[in-house]
C-alpha cells in the first residue's frame, strides 16, 4: 500500500524546485495534494502531474496572508473534509550584504518565509486537532546552522523555523499532530542551474556522497516525516545534505 494514500496534503511553493519534486513524490504515494504557490506556473506543475496519474490541484495563495491562506484552506476542508499534512515549503531569498541590504529586502524575507508559519498553523491546525491526526513540516536550510555571506535575513528566517518547529510540537503533540523540519544541503534547482560551473563543482566536492541532492531527495525526506511511521518523530531538524554537515 502506498504510504499515503487517502490522505490529503498542502504542499506550499509547490510550482518548482524542491517544492514540485515533493508534490511528485507525494502524488507517487497516493496523497491528494493541494499546490500552493502565488506563482500562475503551478497551475502548469499540477497538470503536468496530474497526466502522470498524480491527484493534484493548484491554488493560488499568497502565504504572507491570512485571509488568502484562510480562503484556501476552507476550500480544502469543503471538497476534502480534512488536511493530514501540511509542507510550509514555500520561502524566497533577498541576498545582499547587511551594508547593502534594504528594509524592505528584510521585511520581505521574513514576511514569506517567517510570518507564513504562523499563518498557516492558525488556518490548518485546528482542523488537525479535531482529527486528532497531523504533520506539519517545515523548510529550513543548512545555511541556518553555517550561515551564508549575503543572506543574514535568508538564515536568520531559517534558522526561526527550527525554534518554531521546536516549540509548536510541545503544543500540539497531544493532539497526534506531529511538527518538523529538513534543512536541505545543495540541491539542483533553477537558482544552481545558473551557478558557475566551476562553483558547482566545488561545492560537490564537499559533499561526501559525491553529488548534487535533487528535488526527488528531498521529497522522499519529506516523505518518511509525513508518513504514520514518523508518529515518534517531532521537534527534529532532518538534516538532508549528502553528509556535508554544517559548521
Known amino acids: 500500500m502506498k504510504k499515503l494514500e487517502g490522505q490529503v496534503v498542502i504542499i506550499t511553493g509547490g510550482a518548482r524546485g ?17 499546490l500552493w504557490d502565488v506563482l500562475e506556473e503551478g497551475q502548469k506543475t ?6 502522470d496519474g498524480g491527484r493534484i490541484f493548484y491554488q493560488k495563495v499568497d502565504v504572507s496572508s491570512q485571509e488568502s491562506v484562510d480562503k484556501a484552506v476552507a476550500k480544502v476542508i469543503s471538497d476534502y473534509g480534512k488536511i493530514d499534512v501540511l509542507i510550509n515549503n514555500a520561502g524566497i531569498i533577498r541576498d545582499r550584504s547587511i551594508l547593502k541590504m534594504s ?41 541556518a546552522f553555517q550561515g551564508a555571506f549575503g543572506q543574514t535575513n535568508y538564515s536568520a528566517s531559517k534558522a526561526a523555523i527550527v525554534g518554531f518547529t521546536h516549540s509548536l510540537c510541545r503544543e500540539v503533540g497531544k493532539y497526534n499532530i506531529t511538527v518538523n523540519a529538513v534543512a536541505p544541503g545543495f540541491i539542483k534547482t533553477e537558482m544552481t542551474d545558473s551557478m558557475p560551473e566551476d562553483v558547482i563543482q566545488a561545492g560537490i566536492s564537499m559533499i561526501p556522497v559525491g553529488r548534487i541532492g535533487t528535488p526527488e531527495d528531498m521529497g522522499h525526506a519529506y516523505l518518511f516525516l509525513a508518513s504514520k511511521e514518523a508518529g515518534f518523530i517531532s521537534g527534529h531538524t532532518l538534516h538532508a545534505n549528502g553528509g556535508a554537515m554544517p559548521m
Open 46 to 51: 499540477a497538470e503536468k502531474i496530474a497526466k
Open 103 to 143: 528594509r524592505e529586502e528584510w521585511d520581505q524575507v521574513m514576511h514569506v518565509n517567517v510570518d507564513s508559519l504562523y499563518i498557516t498553523a492558525k488556518a490548518v491546525v485546528p482542523h488537525m486537532k479535531t482529527a486528532n491526526y497531523g504533520r506539519i513540516i517545515s523548510a529550513s536550510s543548512v545555511n
Open 18 to 34: 524542491i517544492g514540485e519534486g515533493i508534490c511528485k513524490v507525494f502524488c507517487n504515494e497516493g496523497a491528494t495534494v493541494a
